[in-house]
């Protein structure tokens, strides 16, 4: 079996951690008869500097002839320094990550955030609240409040005001709910919908939406939970969520929140999906770029994403559980990044985590 992947690296630490994702496949697939194929192909502020735009066609076009994409990161202090007007028309490092997804509208973006019961003791939350753990956001991103027109700076009788718009019609509120409550069938058939409901009217809309769809799966408990006191929960009790479906913003916000579970962004995945098994695969963290080309940045992010391309793009479920065994044992046998590490560990670089995994894998 041929797997072709679009192979996005990016900026900043990008590069590094995706060679070891790229590492841990190539070791799974020899064990399981599968060649993956990388593309390599250029995104953000590489392809500013290279092309002038943080999204090439070229780059569109090698990723519409590929089963998946497995991407890095994007952005860095270089191309910070355009006084933007608006982030849509500037350009942006951001925008090439941005309009990937909306390319190909990956409008679901899956961020899991299950604690490891030997890191634990990194989180600043207590061991039996993290106890049992297992939450899934599952972020609209496509619309919302980052895409809403009107958007800008305007002048008005020379007072300056930003806009920016939280807008969602049903059809995109009624996709990205169908895709969590999928997802939570297969899980413990629990959703949680976040919305700000008492205080804005595409709040109202997506409930409505929400309950509508809801009708079509009798077998799903659904609950509706105000953003805010999700952000509280989330850190009181996160046992008592297992798929939050939320818009664009929350999510962005509160998938965040819950790499505290971890104590690090650095072991945090996602998949982005829509409507077909195409996916994008990326760590939810951007660049690091303190700690760029280091050899000290966390592999994990990039390697479980990798594994959720497996599972969500390839129907690899078993090669996928394989990865989630390996990374569970090197992290049970002490081995830890410069982000996670602390007196009594045993510290090590990037790339001797990506060894340790594929060691796992092949023992
Ligand atoms: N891997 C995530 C990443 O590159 N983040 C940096 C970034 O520019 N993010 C903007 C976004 O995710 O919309």
């Given at each position: 079996m041929i797997k072709n992947i679009a192979y996005i690296p990016g900026d900043g630490v990008g590069p590094e951690i995706m060679a070891e994702a790229a590492k841990v496949l190539i070791a799974i697939g020899e064990k399981s008869g599968i060649e993956f194929k990388f593309r390599e192909l250029l995104a953000g502020g590489i392809a500013i500097d290279k092309f002038?735009?943080?999204?090439p066609e070229e780059t569109l076009e090698g990723c519409r002839e590929s089963d998946a994409i497995l991407f890095g990161s994007v952005g860095g202090p270089k191309w910070d320094n355009e006084p933007w007007e608006n982030v849509h028309t500037a350009?942006?490092?951001?925008r090439g990550i941005q309009l990937l997804r909306q390319t190909f509208e990956l409008y679901g973006n899956i961020r899991p955030a299950k604690p490891y019961p030997c890191l634990y003791n990194k989180s600043p939350l207590k061991p039996e609240i993290l106890k049992d753990a297992d939450v899934i956001v599952v972020r609209e991103q496509c619309g919302g409040l980052y895409f809403g027109e009107p958007r800008g700076i305007f002048n008005e009788k020379g007072i300056r005001r930003g806009v920016n718009t939280l807008s969602y019609r049903e059809d995109e509120v009624e996709r990205i709910a169908r895709l969590a409550f999928n997802l939570a069938k297969g899980r413990s058939k629990k959703i949680t919908s976040v919305d700000k409901h008492n205080v804005m009217e595409s709040s109202i809309l997506w409930r409505q939406v929400v309950e509508k769809v809801a009708l079509d799966y009798p077998e799903i408990e659904v609950e509706h939970m105000y953003a805010d006191n999700a952000a509280l929960q989330l850190v009181l009790?996160?046992?008592?969520?297992d798929v939050i479906v939320t818009g664009n913003i929350f999510g962005d916000i509160l998938s965040d929140l819950t790499a505290c579970y971890h104590a690090?962004?650095?072991?945090m995945p996602s998949a982005s999906i829509g409507d077909s098994k195409f996916g994008l695969y990326e760590p939810i963290h951007g660049t690091a770029p303190d700690i760029a080309g280091k050899n000290i940045a966390n592999p994990l992010s990039a390697i479980l994403s990798a594994k959720m391309m497996l599972e969500y793009s390839f129907d690899l479920e078993e090669e996928a559980l394989r990865i989630d065994k390996a990374v569970e044992k090197v992290l049970n046998n002490g081995y830890r990044t410069?982000?996670?590490?602390?007196?009594g560990d045993i510290k090590v670089s990037t790339s001797e985590m990506g060894d340790l995994i594929v060691r796992a894998l092949q023992e």
């Open positions: 002038g735009v943080p999204m350009i942006t490092p951001s009790d996160p046992k008592r969520f690090s962004l650095g072991l410069a982000d996670i590490y602390s007196e």
